[in-house]
């Protein structure tokens, strides 16, 4: 079993930036595929970026591309989101997850992801 809990969340002006941080709970942190996804009212929940656990390779959306970096601390079983420069349409209801398959492929699909925190909120205002 593994919790994820998120924080960071919050109201932010457009162009302004948030961290977001995913705490683990549970044993096996440093070989699970970590990801965040969004789902903004209306829409469906979308892929915005992963972590693999095995050399750290990250992806993101192409939407969030160059403003976004996730990065991961093994040590403090925590992933976190940096946001910069978000946007008003960068607003939603933002989810952590892991994927513990131990698969070298990481996943961008909702479906590829087992363990789901409970979000946190971003609102960035225009």
């Known amino acids: 079993q593994v919790q994820l809990v998120e924080s960071g969340g919050g109201l932010v002006q457009a162009g302004g930036s948030l961290r977001l941080s995913c705490a683990a709970a549970?044993?096996?942190?440093?070989?699970?595929?970590m990801g965040w996804f969004r789902q903004a009212p209306g829409k469906e929940r979308e892929f915005v970026a992963a972590?693999?656990?095995?050399?750290?390779?990250?992806y993101d959306a192409d939407s969030v591309k160059g403003r976004f970096t996730i990065s991961r601390d093994n040590a403090k079983n925590t992933v976190l989101l940096q946001m910069n420069s978000l946007k008003p349409e960068d607003t939603a209801v933002y989810y952590c997850?892991?994927?513990?398959?131990?698969?070298?492929?990481?996943?961008?699909?909702?479906?590829?992801?087992?363990?789901w925190g409970q979000g946190t909120q971003v609102t960035v205002s225009s």
């Open positions: 972590i693999g656990w095995r050399g750290g390779r990250t």
């Open positions: 997850a892991a994927d513990t398959s131990r698969g070298l492929f990481v996943p961008t699909v909702v479906g590829d992801y087992d363990y």
């Open positions: 549970g044993r096996g942190f440093s070989s699970y595929n």
